[in-house]
């Protein structure tokens, strides 16, 4: 096995998960335009955080995970380090550059599928503050909106637990670790997905980002295709695309795992339809992962 492919979607209630630059009493949402329309995202980096505290929260006693020190540099020792190996790091050098290992886990964006214009509104926060006689305290305007995101994630499985070396002009991985201690790194991405909760601005919009449709891929060959699976107009999906797609990355994913809520497609029975027509079985999104986890471990790396 080469790679790992997910992808899903999440429906958010009312929050702000990431904020663009503002103003001093303007917290903006993050923003891209497509033909014109606003549609609300969620930066790369910070998903990549919030997959990260939530393995952190998880790690057992004897597991190890670093936490960057003032100048933003981990301890760069991807033997005993969960954090180093997965998300890899830069380090300045002197007279060499820098060290750098190149994350065999990447993050996407998440992107917005909804308008923003049509599904937010601006929340207007009161800082309270005691001084002199009375009360006070200054006005700060906050954007806020729901919508539904689709992030994805890609597994480079080779080079989890190993450093690429050239040997004889061929890249080789040096492994450090074994495949059982590979197998529980991968599966901590994996398992972070059910757990997401460090997200921004939760002390006061509180929201849920964990997957309500989930697609994930086993795969022979190392491909992100899968990302291209998910076309949402409104509350439909593209069950052509869906087709399409699967029907290709299923050429090289010798497993599929599928996981869907209840009534979260208009079209619900037809994407049902269609991955029963492709002996793909959809349960809901935890199992979904429960059982890909337990296919994880059966397997060889």
């Known amino acids: ?72 540099e981990t301890c760069r020792n991807i033997k005993n380090c969960i954090g180093c ?30 308008p923003f214009d049509e ?49 004889n002009g061929t890249i080789k991985v040096d492994y450090c670790v074994n495949n059982e201690e590979r197998k529980n790194r991968i599966s901590k991405v994996i398992e972070s997905l059910r757990y997401l909760s460090d997200y921004s601005k939760q002390a006061r919009l509180l929201t849920d980002f964990t997957p309500d449709f989930i697609i994930i891929a086993f795969q022979d060959i190392y491909s992100h295709r899968l990302q291209k699976t998910i076309d949402l107009k409104g509350n439909t999906i593209n069950v052509d695309l869906l087709k399409v797609i699967l029907e290709d990355v299923s050429e090289y994913s010798p497993k599929i795992f599928v996981g869907l809520v209840p009534n979260f497609f208009e079209n619900e029975e037809d994407v049902k339809k269609l991955f029963e027509d492709l002996n793909i079985e959809v349960k809901a999104p935890h199992e979904a992962i429960k059982d890909a986890l337990s296919y994880l471990g059966e397997i060889n790396l």
């Open 1 to 72: 096995m080469r790679g790992i492919e997910i992808v899903w979607l999440s429906k958010t209630d009312l929050t702000n998960l990431n904020s663009g630059e503002g103003e001093s009493n303007f917290i903006d949402v993050k923003k891209f335009k497509k033909n014109g329309v606003e549609y609300p995202y969620v930066s790369g980096q910070a998903m990549r955080y919030y997959i990260k505290e939530a393995i952190r929260r998880n790690l057992d006693e004897n597991e190890f995970m670093c936490i960057p020190d003032d100048k933003g």
């Open 85 to 114: 190996d997965l998300f890899g790091f830069m380090k300045p050098e002197k007279d060499v550059g820098a060290r750098t290992r190149v994350s065999p886990v990447k993050v996407s964006p998440a992107i917005g599928l909804l």
């Open 119 to 167: 599904n937010s509104t601006v929340d207007f926060l009161t800082r309270r503050y005691r001084g002199g006689e009375k009360a006070e305290g200054d006005i700060v305007n906050v954007e806020i909106g729901v919508n539904i995101y689709k992030v994805g994630v890609a597994i480079d499985v080779k080079r989890v637990g190993g450093e690429e070396k050239i040997e």
